[in-house]
């Protein structure tokens, strides 16, 4: 079974997280952040990820040190539960539409962290959720995971619909490029290694 857990702490957070590829997409998620819980909840389900995360921040100084932080957490516990990445799909790429808008999100479980983000037109605040903070838990998350992700927004209106429409195709690029390809044998690389 791929699964692993983390906890994380530090002066300004403390993260306590578990998943499991190949779930049934079931999460319980206390970030103290409303709209980033609903995130992570879309996440998990179109991932089909079984997926905890609990998290105490300083949210009385702001919401970033949250949401990267737990960024950090979960590409540190996703790269832990791909093991040596025998037999992943390693590639995936998907159209994600969310009512008006629509994101498409590309992954590459490279071993390699790089992350490609454009998304403009976002309104400042979705609820009391900075939007800004996407991108740094994007970018937490793509340089912990070691993977290489590209997240380019092709249209879209409501900030809420845009958002949401990038963590919907975020999980199923996780899906996909997790999964089992039972053609590959060993490690999908030329190099040998991920």
């Known amino acids: 079974m791929r699964k692993a857990s983390l906890s994380r702490k530090t002066n300004e957070t403390s993260v306590n997280l578990s998943l499991q590829l190949d779930g ?17 909840t879309l996440f998990a389900k179109h991932g089909g990820i079984n997926l905890d995360i609990s998290c105490n921040g300083d949210l009385e100084v702001d919401q970033h040190h949250t949401v990267e932080d737990i960024g950090i957490v979960l ?39 790089y992350l490609v983000y454009n998304v403009e037109g976002l309104k400042e605040k979705v609820g009391t959720f900075d939007t800004e903070l996407v991108l740094e838990f994007f970018q937490a998350f793509a340089s912990n995971a070691q993977v ?7 249209y879209g209106v409501n900030s809420h619909h845009i958002i949401e429409s990038i963590f919907k195709g975020f999980g199923r690029v996780i899906r996909q490029g997790c999964s089992i390809d039972p053609n590959q044998k060993g490690i999908p690389s030329t190099k040998g290694s991920l």
């Open 75 to 113: 590409g540190h516990t996703l790269r832990e539960a791909l093991g040596n990445k025998e037999g992943i799909t390693r590639y995936a790429n998907v159209m994600s539409p969310m009512d008006e808008a629509l994101s498409s999100i590309a992954l590459d479980i490279s071993g390699r962290s």
């Open 24 to 40: 049934e997409g079931t999460s319980t998620i206390q970030t103290g952040i409303g709209f980033l819980d609903h995130m992570l």
């Open 148 to 154: 290489t992700l590209h997240i380019n927004l092709l």
